[in-house]
């Protein structure tokens, strides 16, 4: 039989799945909805299912052909939700809970899942601060800043067991749930405060075998590549560097003729050019194969992942297997028994100092040929190029080795009640060997002039192997009494994690090739140490769930928690929560506004989670081996240096969320608001003791932190004929502000470049310098004014005398700007027509301030990288100039202060794709289900003040440049359903 499946305005739905009920037999539909199927039943049952629209069951009858017509659901509040231990009806949602769906997902190419959350979720706020091949530098935070003890990274749950988000291949996850409020998270108690991630992987479903592909190339580049000023432009500042400095310029005029008309850049290389040098554009491939299928008593899904990427400088790499097998047994009717298997496997090679080749490129590198024609390096005056960093220095190889075993057994003991128990176990085997280089360096024209030498070659190794099991119980009852909806979780849970680090390291071997950590020296150079850890989390959680004419929802957490990280008397801690909802749109008096305001929903919580991140051991007083002279003879004995804490314990976050959800116009708008209140308690602080007592200060629980906010997402959709619309934006705002820190503080940190405050009533790690007034114009001007040097001249910046006393120092120093997002926002803007699917993501930043470091802002004070928008600066003819007047190894204009801070927003097209799918006429010759081709570039173009400097505006704020870079990805691949 054959026939056409629609949506309800007649726009065929391409990809519908089409199962004959009871058997493995079913098929998809092609892009024009139309579909064929062979029956083993002339009477059979037709199960019919579209994403985002509601499954429905077709009765064929006899019947040869078969039109079906699926209604939308209500933008995903009849869809199930992923929440803690459990799923909900989004529609019975009481808590903030984010949900991405995998195939969402997909549609960007990154080699981080977490670049695919860039823009999705409002308030999360990821941070691509880039990285070498194999290494990930993302950072996540939900709802702002909550700690000030170090980790705010959200609790990440893959499958019921905690796992790091960089474990898992993106092709494999069905759903993503972001738990933001206190009432969704606390059911995870003392690991909760900064929020939780959940992933559900991709699970095998009833139905003949199916075999999906999806590969892809793609090459890679530099973001941004700062632009060197122009030879001579670059040759006359310093000139009038020199000569502010010394008194007299470096180069003649006639030395400056010749050197710009110059040809032979042997003789006359430029000053600087290694951002063309050493970057380079960069292949990518992926190949990613899934498995699955199965019978109503047993279904398996197997996923195969290969991933190899070169690095956009020399000598960097990394290549990546991911396999991933998982199971499930219906043993019995009332039995079922699931696996999971996973493992990952990753070798990147990079230079032994990835970051300071791309911070060679900037300093100390001036003037140099970077190879000579016969292969000899050029080098600085002071022996340095970033080229033979990456190509002489050493190796960097970590091998990365991830395995995880888990299973589950689910047990219905009678209709509505359900026992299950999952044991999972995880191991991580880490190795690293970084392997440091003896070599030399002649000159190009004198071969016996020795330029470089480093005769001692260094072997380090490292080796960590981490251990850790979770054992999760849990009872669950639902029930539905007339008007009455109840559900009732009780669980039991254990963590047990052991870790193992060792590591060791020689010198002098005979060679470079020879990297066996015991061929080195033996010697008074060998070095070695290690550290053994453990530590357990044991916990006792309940929720109950209440509805009442699925219109009045209540839902309550509680969990207890032991965790070995504090003394006897403050291991356990509980944490509660409480949640309602109203379905206003579900009362009789909404009637008259269904037609357009369809849902209706006002929500709101209350509760508490925890953070137990603290290092192990930390109440215990702490003893180091230390070495001393006794009788003439040299003894080791132990000494306390850490004053012990008994009394440490949790950081408890308390949270207030109030929400509203609502869908208009036939679900072609939908909009959620969350307004929030989260407020950090306990916060370990260093509270300073005598120096008498001879011991260092260990964390006390003083400090407190609040994060308020506001969230809003909104979703749009049509369809005009053949032409689809599904667009999604998200913006949130959060103020951060530290409340108390104990009578301690402020807690200052940084230099003269980059330096921040963390102090009450001001964000955590704010802005912290001199106000500025422009620059000295007149010597009378510097006469009637205080300075922040005693030889200051016009055209030296001008510091402001804040609190009036006469003298410009720390005193003055301010608040200057917050170094944290405060706006947060994004769109994902889908369009289809017929076989072409546009998909748009744009993501941005606003309300913070970045800082140039390093050679960026020093105008060639050292010698190194000078931008060309530098070329703006002071002298008596340009009075106004932009930057202030050129000095040599004078850093009195760029003390930390107001104007060396940069406007830090942003807004980004982060990733564009163009999907064709395949006609049907062409998939009957290939003999496969489907299949479509796309290409797709990510980080097209930017939005960004920091653009005046190539600057990423993602990039750490204070390290602008000086770290391996984000890239552009733009790839051509393939999807295939067989």
Same mark, same amino acid.
């Given at each position: 039989m054959?026939?056409?499946v629609?949506?309800?305005?007649?726009?065929p739905?391409?990809?519908?799945?089409?199962v004959?009920?009871?058997?493995?037999n079913?098929?998809?539909?092609?892009?024009?909805?139309?579909?064929s199927?062979?029956?083993s039943?002339?009477?059979?049952?037709?199960i019919?299912?579209?994403?985002?629209?509601?499954?429905?069951?077709?009765e064929v009858?006899?019947?040869?052909a078969?039109?079906?017509?699926?209604?939308?659901?209500?933008?995903?509040?009849?869809?199930?939700?992923?929440?803690?231990?459990?799923?909900?009806?989004?529609?019975?949602?009481?808590?903030?809970?984010?949900s991405?769906?995998?195939?969402?997902?997909?549609?960007?190419?990154?080699t981080?899942?977490?670049?695919?959350?860039?823009g999705?979720? !409002?308030?999360?706020?990821?941070?691509?601060?880039?990285?070498?091949?194999?290494?990930?530098?993302?950072?996540?935070?939900?709802?702002?800043?909550?700690?000030?003890?170090?980790?705010?990274?959200?609790?990440?749950?893959?499958?019921?067991?905690?796992?790091?988000?960089?474990?898992?291949?993106?092709?494999?996850?069905?759903?993503?749930?972001?738990?933001?409020?206190?009432?969704?998270?606390?059911?995870?108690?003392?690991?909760?405060?900064?929020?939780?991630?959940?992933?559900?992987?991709?699970?095998?479903?009833?139905?003949?075998?199916?075999? +999906?592909?999806n590969?892809?190339?793609?090459?890679q580049?530099?973001?941004?590549n700062?632009?060197?000023?122009g030879?001579?432009?670059?040759?006359?500042?310093?000139?009038?560097?020199?000569?502010?400095?010394?008194?007299?310029?470096?180069?003649?005029?006639?030395?400056?003729?010749?050197?710009?008309?110059?040809?032979?850049r042997?003789?006359?290389?430029?000053?600087?050019?290694?951002?063309?040098?050493?970057?380079?554009?960069?292949p990518?491939?992926?190949?990613?194969?899934?498995?699955?299928?199965?019978?109503?008593?047993?279904?398996?899904?197997?996923?195969?992942?290969?991933?190899?990427?070169?690095?956009i400088?020399?000598?960097?790499?990394?290549?990546?297997?991911?396999?991933?097998?998982?199971?499930?047994?219906?043993?019995?009717?009332?039995?079922?028994?699931?696996?999971?298997?996973?493992?990952?496997?990753?070798?990147?090679?990079?230079?032994?100092?990835?970051?300071?080749?791309?911070n060679?490129?900037?300093?100390?590198?001036?003037?140099?040929?970077?190879?000579?024609?016969?292969?000899?390096?050029?080098?600085?005056?002071?022996?340095?190029?970033?080229?033979?960093?990456?190509?002489?220095?050493?190796?960097?190889?970590?091998?990365?080795?991830?395995?995880?075993?888990?299973?589950?057994?689910?047990?219905?003991?009678?209709?509505?009640?359900?026992?299950?128990?999952?044991?999972?176990?995880?191991?991580?085997?880490?190795?690293?060997?970084?392997?440091?280089?003896?070599?030399?360096?002649?000159?190009?024209?004198?071969? !016996?002039?020795?330029?470089?030498?480093?005769?001692?070659?260094?072997?380090?190794?490292?080796?960590?192997?981490?251990?850790?099991?979770?054992?999760?119980?849990?009872?669950?009852?639902?029930?539905?009494?007339?008007?009455h909806?109840?559900?009732?979780l009780?669980?039991?849970?254990?963590?047990?994690?052991?870790?193992?680090?060792?590591?060791?390291?020689?010198?002098?071997?005979?060679?470079?090739?020879?990297?066996?950590?015991?061929?080195?020296?033996?010697?008074?150079?060998?070095?070695?140490?290690?550290?053994?850890?453990?530590?357990?989390?044991?916990?006792?959680f309940?929720?109950?769930?209440?509805?009442?004419?699925?219109?009045?929802?209540?839902?309550a957490?509680?969990? +207890?928690?032991?965790?070995?990280?504090f003394?006897?008397?403050?291991?356990?801690?509980?944490?509660?929560?409480?949640?309602?909802?109203?379905?206003?749109?579900?009362?009789?008096?909404?009637?008259?506004?269904?037609?357009?305001?369809?849902?209706?929903?006002?929500?709101?919580?209350?509760?508490?989670?925890?953070?137990?991140?603290?290092?192990?051991?930390?109440?215990?007083?702490?003893?180091?081996?230390?070495?001393?002279?006794?009788?003439?003879?040299?003894?080791?004995?132990?000494?306390?240096?850490?004053?012990?804490?008994?009394?440490?314990?949790?950081?408890?976050?308390?949270?207030?969320?109030?929400?509203?959800?609502?869908?208009?116009?036939?679900n072609?708008?939908?909009?959620?608001?969350?307004?929030?209140?989260?407020?950090?308690?306990?916060?370990?602080?260093?509270?300073?003791?005598?120096?008498?007592?001879?011991?260092?200060?260990?964390?006390?629980?003083?400090?407190?932190?609040?994060?308020?906010?506001?969230?809003?997402?909104?979703?749009?959709?049509?369809?005009?004929?053949?032409?689809?619309?599904?667009?999604?934006?998200n913006?949130?705002?959060?103020?951060?502000?530290?409340?108390?820190?104990?009578?301690?503080?402020? +807690?200052?940190?940084?230099?003269?470049?980059?330096?921040?405050i963390?102090?009450?009533?001001?964000?955590?790690?704010?802005?912290?310098?001199?106000?500025?007034?422009?620059?000295?114009?007149?010597?009378?001007?510097?006469?009637?004014?205080?300075?922040?040097i005693?030889?200051?001249?016009?055209?030296?910046?001008?510091?402001?005398?804040?609190?009036?006393?006469?003298?410009?120092?720390?005193?003055?120093?301010?608040?200057?700007?917050?170094?944290?997002?405060?706006?947060?926002?994004?769109?994902?803007?889908?369009?289809?027509?017929?076989?072409?699917?546009?998909?748009?993501?744009?993501?941005?930043a606003?309300?913070?301030? !970045?800082?140039?470091?390093?050679?960026?802002?020093?105008?060639?004070?050292?010698?190194?990288?000078?931008?060309?928008?530098t070329?703006?600066?002071?002298?008596?003819?340009?009075?106004?100039?932009?930057?202030?007047?050129?000095?040599?190894?004078?850093?009195?204009?760029i003390?930390?202060?107001?104007?060396?801070?940069?406007?830090?927003?942003?807004?980004?097209?982060?990733?564009?794709?163009?999907?064709?799918?395949?006609?049907?006429?062409?998939?009957?010759?290939?003999?496969?289900?489907?299949?479509?081709?796309?290409?797709?570039?990510?980080?097209?173009?930017?939005?960004?003040?920091?653009?005046?400097?190539?600057?990423?505006?993602?990039?750490?704020?204070?390290?602008?440049?000086?770290?391996?870079?984000?890239?552009?990805?733009?790839?051509?691949?393939?999807?295939?359903?067989?």
């Amino acid at each position: 039989m054959s026939g056409t499946v629609t949506d309800e305005t007649g726009t065929p739905l391409a990809g519908a799945n089409i199962v004959e009920k009871g058997t493995t037999n079913g098929v998809t539909a092609d892009f024009d909805g139309n579909y064929s199927i062979d029956l083993s039943d002339e009477n059979a049952t037709l199960i019919v299912s579209y994403i985002g629209y509601t499954t429905k069951e077709v009765e064929v009858g006899g019947q040869t052909a078969v039109n079906v017509e699926l209604a939308e659901s209500a933008t995903g509040l009849d869809e199930v939700v992923v929440i803690g231990y459990g799923t909900q009806k989004k529609v019975s949602l009481t808590s903030a809970v984010a949900s991405v769906d995998g195939e969402d997902l997909k549609k960007r190419t990154v080699t981080k899942i977490e670049q695919s959350l860039q823009g999705n979720v !409002s308030g999360l706020t990821v941070q691509d601060l880039g990285g070498a091949p194999g290494t990930s530098r993302m950072n996540m935070r939900i709802r702002g800043i909550t700690t000030l003890s170090g980790n705010n990274e959200p609790l990440v749950i893959i499958d019921g067991v905690e796992q790091p988000l960089t474990n898992i291949n993106p092709n494999d996850i069905e759903t993503l749930s972001v738990l933001k409020d206190a009432s969704s998270t606390a059911i995870y108690g003392s690991r909760a405060s900064n929020g939780v991630i959940l992933v559900t992987t991709k699970r095998g479903k009833e139905g003949k075998v199916n075999v +999906y592909l999806n590969s892809y190339y793609g090459f890679q580049k530099s973001n941004n590549n700062p632009v060197h000023m122009g030879v001579e432009d670059y040759m006359r500042m310093q000139n009038i560097a020199w000569t502010n400095s010394s008194g007299s310029p470096i180069y003649s005029e006639e030395y400056i003729q010749e050197y710009v008309s110059a040809t032979d850049r042997i003789k006359y290389p430029l000053p600087n050019n290694w951002f063309e040098t050493l970057f380079k554009t960069a292949p990518q491939t992926n190949t990613s194969v899934t498995i699955s299928g199965g019978t109503d008593k047993m279904k398996s899904l197997l996923s195969v992942r290969y991933f190899d990427e070169e690095g956009i400088i020399p000598n960097s790499s990394a290549n990546t297997t991911d396999v991933r097998f998982n199971s499930d047994f219906q043993i019995h009717p009332k039995i079922k028994i699931s696996s999971n298997f996973n493992y990952r496997y990753i070798h990147s090679a990079n230079p032994i100092n990835v970051d300071r080749v791309i911070n060679g490129m900037l300093q100390n590198s001036q003037w140099i040929v970077p190879r000579y024609p016969d292969g000899t390096y050029g080098v600085s005056s002071d022996g340095q190029s970033p080229l033979v960093r990456a190509d002489l220095d050493g190796t960097d190889d970590k091998y990365q080795n991830y395995f995880l075993g888990n299973l589950k057994g689910e047990w219905e003991i009678v209709n509505g009640l359900k026992f299950s128990v999952q044991y999972g176990i995880s191991t991580t085997i880490d190795k690293q060997k970084r392997y440091s280089n003896k070599y030399e360096i002649f000159a190009y024209n004198d071969p !016996s002039k020795r330029l470089v030498n480093k005769p001692i070659n260094t072997l380090y190794e490292d080796r960590d192997d981490n251990r850790e099991t979770t054992l999760n119980t849990l009872l669950n009852y639902s029930k539905t009494f007339g008007n009455h909806d109840m559900n009732i979780l009780a669980g039991y849970s254990e963590i047990d994690h052991d870790e193992s680090t060792l590591y060791a390291s020689r010198q002098n071997f005979y060679s470079n090739d020879i990297q066996s950590i015991s061929q080195g020296a033996n010697d008074a150079t060998k070095d070695n140490n290690g550290v053994d850890l453990e530590w357990r989390l044991r916990s006792y959680f309940g929720r109950l769930n209440y509805s009442f004419k699925d219109r009045y929802l209540f839902e309550a957490n509680i969990r +207890y928690d032991g965790s070995s990280r504090f003394a006897s008397g403050n291991e356990y801690s509980t944490f509660p929560s409480f949640a309602a909802g109203w379905r206003l749109s579900e009362e009789g008096f909404w009637s008259g506004l269904k037609e357009t305001v369809s849902e209706f929903k006002l929500r709101g919580s209350y509760g508490k989670s925890g953070n137990q991140a603290v290092d192990p051991y930390s109440y215990l007083a702490a003893y180091d081996l230390r070495s001393y002279s006794f009788g003439e003879n040299a003894v080791q004995g132990y000494k306390q240096t850490l004053l012990s804490n008994k009394d440490i314990t949790w950081e408890t976050t308390t949270q207030t969320d109030i929400g509203m959800d609502l869908t208009m116009l036939k679900n072609k708008i939908s909009l959620t608001v969350d307004y929030y209140h989260k407020e950090t308690e306990d916060i370990l602080l260093e509270v300073p003791v005598p120096a008498t007592l001879g011991l260092l200060s260990t964390a006390r629980n003083t400090g407190k932190v609040d994060n308020k906010g506001w969230e809003f997402a909104l979703g749009l959709r049509n369809n005009f004929g053949d032409f689809k619309v599904d667009t999604n934006f998200n913006f949130s705002v959060n103020n951060n502000e530290v409340i108390d820190l104990a009578g301690t503080g402020p +807690y200052i940190r940084g230099g003269n470049e980059s330096r921040f405050i963390t102090k009450e009533g001001l964000p955590i790690n704010s802005w912290w310098g001199y106000k500025t007034d422009g620059y000295f114009q007149t010597q009378e001007e510097i006469a009637n004014y205080p300075t922040i040097i005693s030889n200051a001249q016009p055209g030296d910046v001008k510091f402001l005398d804040n609190n009036d006393d006469g003298v410009i120092n720390p005193d003055d120093m301010v608040f200057l700007g917050e170094s944290f997002p405060r706006y947060n926002f994004g769109a994902s803007l889908n369009f289809t027509y017929k076989p072409f699917t546009l998909n748009m993501l744009f993501q941005g930043a606003a309300g913070f301030n !970045s800082r140039l470091g390093g050679a960026l802002a020093e105008m060639g004070i050292w010698g190194g990288f000078t931008h060309e928008v530098t070329r703006d600066y002071w002298t008596p003819e340009n009075p106004n100039a932009r930057f202030p007047r050129p000095l040599k190894f004078d850093l009195r204009n760029i003390i930390m202060a107001d104007r060396d801070l940069l406007n830090g927003n942003y807004l980004r097209l982060k990733n564009i794709q163009l999907e064709y799918r395949l006609p049907k006429s062409l998939i009957d010759v290939l003999e496969i289900q489907s299949a479509s081709v796309y290409v797709a570039t990510t980080n097209l173009f930017t939005i960004s003040e920091l653009n005046d400097f190539n600057i990423d505006p993602e990039e750490e704020v204070a390290r602008r440049a000086e770290r391996y870079p984000q890239t552009a990805i733009t790839t051509l691949g393939v999807n295939i359903n067989f």
